[in-house]
């Protein structure tokens, strides 16, 4: 799962509690949380309180790949706690321990066995000195996990083993001493000033010591002049002055000593692999105050054991447990504490109580001596958490009936087409149940209880034993039988199964070993291995097995060591497999012979070129895709689709229909983006974190596909006229615009008519339509195909006696032999549960009675049964897993439960504490986990909901929901029948849309007043880096969501919060030393950008492996720049997202290039946080965005996104572009004083110059082409900055059209092809903002009326005013008095607010200005005939008439002149207020003229 989808994780752990193999343990100094890392690569955080001894895990953190090593603290910032972690193969992860979510990760050769936390001088962060396999001591910054500086040795260099890390009193420098595993004792002196980059700093002193391969060293605190080296054969204490032996203590036969401690001057404890620790007391040459200190040690003064920490009960350990000594300060001394972790995940703490001098003498006296036993205070372990809880947590297949000890689940597969989960468990059985239901039925109250058949199982029983692996093959090729399943189990054998019929169809049994692994070969194979599977056994093999012949086609058996890894080579019919011992054997498929065996350096690179092969094939297989994309017939969508069974598919395909009956042409792109089109909006993954733990599952809800899907299902019911009037599409806008521009010809409104028919043809006219298209006859063989492929399916259901059962036919109980379709195809119920199941977790239940009545009643939600396990993705992919033995909401904190008493008394007492657990997480615990888990949640709710409501106010009631479809159709087929029903359905409707609307309002604005009310102390708020990452988010509804929510933070913040933020992100921006890139320009000859569509992948990509293009995607694109050496540059690494690590670098250029790409992260998020608060608060001076270097810096990274050009590192089409385009239109009246609005408006256009081809409204919810998107978003940028700033759009635009017309004059001696011109290309969009403004700012536009009619004028094409009059063409600008056309002479006179008459001659192309009054013109009209101009100017009350004459035989330049002037009678104030009240002047004959005034009075004027 890639973390640039908005994914919203959920655990079910099922009733056994996961293993956890202690390899390391860390309790931090505050002792409020303890940490353990496992052998297996988790990391588990536990609460814990003191007070009580309590010890609770809370989360698990998935991400490591092998071993943990070492753990250590990664300081505090931002009110939380971080740790970092390291694993035995090199991986270093920082992660945030209030939520589990990993803040930065780092893979290098460097392998750690020792971190060690300090806090050095005039350094404000811990600082982590770590020590492993390398000759040297690394520093690493725990936030970014730079490595800071390095402490090297030059004398016998070697590893160094142990370290301690002390501040001498009176000096303010660290001194550093380090161990070797040769036995050399070095110091280093470290002061932060002596500090240089890539510059290591030598050891001060070193020594020889008889202690090799040392496991620990410390320096006691109380004297730091002993000190302490532990190595597994002894332990020995030191003189710190000259590193001079004072004695020595061998280990006990068995065992070996791990690590000790100073528990005062004079005590050690030491302890050991078995399990316990020894407490000494040191001999008097030993003890600093003694005066025999440093001397030689007296043959009867031997340390003296007189404790022994050991366990409660005897026990045998497979492995060498993890210690920590802690001494913790408090009010009257220290407290020490020892902890302890071992293989079997238990976790002990034992409070060390210190002992006298006196009471070890009495010890001593007691004949036998007996050493003091200290028992644990703290014994905890998952095992017994899980224990704790009752009911158990729950599992996905608890639901089975009669299974007091059900066996564990030891293989799961989720088959998203089916929507079932495949689960095989250690008797050999495979259980398939439908996945939604099931899910539904643990976590959800509701109806579906009471149904008998609801989430009915089907069990497969075929081995005999343990089931290792499932594959289901039609999921990863649609190649395969879509009703084959393969199992692999412990008895050797492959089993094929009919999923449909449950029968076994073949089994395969060819391996002498457990079957480990099945896989599938790549489709590039010959034809015959196409129809195989791969499988690996335990016995080393691996082997192809044909299920269409049902025989072995190849056995590779000569592997000497286990099988890593499985690679093809399908054009040379090679198969490779490599073993652990790095050997790789060549396989050919065909013949089955074995090629050669590779080792070393040849076989790595072989390896390699296999990964290259198959990444250049699937980027070539991709492109052919996209290529495909682009075919003008949807009836070849549909047919491919029906011929694959692939609904996504087909649903594709009728909105690409949809789109063409609008009027596209033919040979227009797709803009849709269709990576989402093929995901489920579901995906369920096993987890379990050792091999022989039994099966969690992990839900992954995927809201971007849930809301692609709803919307899908929604648009493709809507006939065009229907998707037109709901505001989701602007065709008919726009085509009347595009018409204008473009040259009329005589057919003109021939073609204007047949598309208003098209757009409001009905749905039987539309397959008419697309039946006159279909020239090859397609559409009639796709019927028949699809009719083949029902009667296929009905007689294989037929066959095999398979029924399904459905709600409606078990409550008939007729059991009728009626075949249905099988479950597969019913996408679109699915997809309501996932939506149901999703809104009803995330939902604040609670919160709001009346709300919740609505939301159980009217929208179909469900109130949850138990308080749900949520998950985080975070960065490469690594999660944290809550643990449901976790609560937010402590027990002494929690509310009174909110139950009918009567039903209180009826339950048992585990489910009234389970019931009221749920209701105080569902309301406010949920919000009290963490900001980052607020922000995704809340994204996700307000996202759906909001699909919802706009879905023609959707409901998740499957019935409800059943019906409103119908009704869209039969509204669709028939239009004109208005009934009672009508009005009662749109009544419903806007109950069901005011239901949605109150759930956005209540976890959008509402939500923290409301969980402060209901008791919480600590509501975590969304964080506002993520939402503003997500701003311009691929899913439009994501996008809105992150908008509002974000916009409401920075509200509910306040002046101060903002001014914080503004402190915080403000360094982070860029600054621009350089002039920005001009951007394209009207005289320039600038081809429209041709950019190929970015290739989008059919399914999600893993963090792991992501193709390079999310990054234009996802919401975290970066920004770029000319990056000179004096300035921040800009620009991404282009094969680098944020997530993504290229293993073949070495450590360190990697690292460079990640840092520079978090420090873009940082840059790209700082744009758009100070872009938004700028756009929104930046008006008011207090929010120091006046007239400040702020708001220059803040628009000057604006304006440079905008302008900058499309390059591989800064790509055209980037969610962070979009971003800027978006802030630059929103905030415009702040940013315009530091923009060159020409430039600005001008990339705008060229951006929106194919809106009417590309870009549907902002309304229409299916995520489009990146092209599109930045399309869109710049013709609602540029509409805004018209809205925001009329006078500043209409004279920049104007003077823009003058600059256009003196190049058109001289294009040709300047050999420029005009075309090609932004404001040429962009005329349809230029006129479409004029319109807007026409209408909506209308006293603007009056006082600019002569720059608003060069502007249209400029976009109207002339040939339209040839033969129709000016309110025919563009009525909207006749609607002013001051503007007359003249058909007959093909002039237009316009008013200009001086007093000027503009008169255009369309003839001649050309204008004149004439001066006709000293205040503005308030009326113009040309006489019927056009012999006569009559003005009128109510600012000097005087009406004049013009006569324009021309030259001899129309020769010679024109000449107008005033004939007569009439004083008018004064016009009142109220009437000269109201730009809508205004006089006219109306000719009732050729020479007389009407001033007509808003009252209806009339005065008469002769020419």
Known sequence: MGSLNLVVPLVMWGREAPTHDISCVLLTQDVQTIITGSRDGQICVWDFEPPKLKLTPRCLLVGHTASITCLAPGGDARGTSFLVSSSENGEMCTWDLRDGRCVEVLRSANIHSSMKAYQMLNVENIRLFCVGNYPEILVYDPHTLDILFSLATRIHPDWISALHILRPPRRNDEVVLGVTTGGWVKVWTVSEREVRPREPIFEHESKMIRSLNALCLVCCSYNQRTVLIVSQDDWQIYDAGDFSQLCKVLVPPGERWMGGDFLSADRVLVWNDMGRGYIYKLPTNC????????????????????????????????????????????????????????????????????????????????????????????????????????????????????????????????????????????????????ATETIMLHLLHGKHHHYHNWAQPM??????????????????????????????????????????????????????????????????????????????????????????????????????YPVSTVKWRPEHDFLIVATQDGSVYVWQMETGHLDRVLQGVTAEEVLGACDEHLASTGAGGSGSGGSDAGLANPAVHLFRGLRHRNLAAIRHAAQRGIQQVLGEQNNHQDIHDSSKMRTCPLMIQGLRTNKQDANSHVLFFDIEALIVQLLSDEYTLMSPGTLEANDLIMSSQYHRMNVLTHPASPEAAKKIAEFFGKVKDKAGEMEKKMKEKDKHGLLSRVKESAESVQNLIQNKVEQSGFRPTTLSSSKDGTGSGRVQIPRHFDVTAQTLQIGQMLMSLLHSWGLDPSLDQTCEHTLGLLRPRVPVSYGLISKSGYMSLLMPTWHPVREDDMPAINLPPDLAAELPPEMVTLEHRTQVFTGRGHWEVSPALTTHHLLALVSVANTLQDMNAATLIPEEERRRKIHIQSSKSNQNSVSNHEDEFSKQQSVIKQGWSTLTALHTVLLPDCVVASGATKYQPPMVEILARRWQDRCQEVREAAQALLKTELTRMGPEGRQKLVEMWSPHLPTHTEPLPTGPTPYTNHEPPSTPRPDQPSSKSTAGNSPVHTATNGGNAVSGNSGTNNERPMEPHPHLDEDHYDEEMDGETCRELVAQSEGRKKQATAIILLGVIGAYHGQDSAEGFGLGNLAMQTSKALAYLVLAPGSPKLPAHTPLRRAAIDLIGRGFPVWEPYLDVAKILLALLDLSAETDRLAPSMKYGLPLIPEADSCRTASNALTLIAEAKPPAFITTMAREVARFNALQQNAQSLQLNIHNTVLHRAKTEILRVMEYLIVHKRCHIMDLMVEVMDIVLHCVDPGHLKSRGLNEVFPSICGFPQVSHCPHTRRIATGAKNGSIAMYELRASKCQMIPAHGAAVTALSFSPDGKYLASYSMGENRLSFWQTSSGMFGLGASQTKCTKTFSTVPVPDIVRMNPQRLPKLVWISNKTVVHMMADGTEHRFNA
């Open 287 to 434: 003890i600093v105050e003694s005066r025999v200190f440093h001397n030689k040690q007296a043959e009867n003064d031997n340390p003296v054991k007189y404790g022994v920490v050991q366990p409660s009960t005897e026990e045998k350990l497979v492995n060498a447990p993890a210690w920590q000594f802690l001494t913790i300060p408090v009010n009257n001394g220290a407290e020490k504490l020892l902890l302890r972790g071992d293989c079997e995940g238990q976790v002990m703490l034992w409070r060390l109580a210190d002992v006298s001098d006196n009471q070890l003498m009495q010890i001593k006296q007691v004949q036998p001596f007996k050493a003091l036993i200290f028992t644990p205070t703290l014994n905890c372990s998952m095992m017994k958490a899980w224990a704790a809880m009752t009911p158990p947590p729950i599992g996905v297949l608890d639901q089975l009936e009669g299974e007091k000890h059900p066996p564990r689940i030891t293989a799961s597969l989720f088959l998203p087409l089916q929507g079932r989960l495949a689960c095989g468990r250690d008797d050999g059985s495979i259980i398939l149940v439908p």
């Open 459 to 560: 069990v497969l029983r075929g081995h005999q034993g343990r089931v290792n692996c499932l594959l289901y093959p039609h999921g990863e090729s649609p190649r395969y039988d879509m009703s084959h399943l393969v199992s692999g189990g412990i008895d050797f054998s492959i089993n094929v199964w009919d999923m449909y019929t449950g029968n076994l169809v073949h089994r395969f049994v060819v391996q002498a070993g457990q079957i480990l692994q099945l896989l599938v070969p790549p489709p590039t194979c010959m034809p015959r291995i196409q129809n195989c599977i791969c499988s690996v056994s335990e016995d080393h093999s691996v082997a192809l097995l044909s299920i269409k012949e049902r025989k072995l086609v190849l056995l590779a058996s000569k592997h000497l």
